[in-house]
């Protein structure tokens, strides 16, 4: 299969930036924020060459990977995966949008 290129959207790198800015202050240090990123990198890696890998969700073309506390949410589309979001599972899932954040 061939490898899918990897793609953004501004609310998920948002979220990325939350997640780890997050772990940065409440440890006073950017070592786990670090080791958080690598493990998330590693796993869009992962996606981008076995993109049906993710759990289906409610929408035909999202895909959920859980890795660790984080679930990536993402989009398929042509040869492009779009992350959505990328989900603290530890969060009330009632804060969890998926809809308003698919690209139309």
């Known amino acids: 299969m061939?490898?899918?290129?990897i793609e953004w959207s501004?609310?998920?790198r948002l979220d990325l930036i939350d997640i780890l800015e997050f772990y940065i202050d409440?440890?006073?240090s950017n070592s786990f924020s670090k080791k958080l990123n690598f493990k998330i990198n590693r796993s869009l890696k992962f996606i981008s060459k076995n993109p049906l890998i993710g759990l289906k969700s409610q929408i035909e073309s999202v895909r959920?990977?859980?890795t660790g506390d984080y679930q990536i949410v993402y989009e398929i589309s042509d040869n492009?995966?779009?992350i959505v979001m990328i989900w603290d599972c530890r969060r009330?899932?009632?804060d969890k949008i998926i809809d308003q954040r698919i690209r139309k």
């Not at 061939?2 to 290129?5: G, Q």
Request: aromatic share 6%.
């Open 26 to 28: 409440r440890n006073s």
């Open 64 to 66: 959920v990977l859980i």
């Open 92 to 94: 009330d899932p009632r």
């Open 80 to 82: 492009i995966i779009l």
């Open 2 to 5: 061939a490898k899918f290129k």
């Open 10 to 12: 501004i609310e998920a």
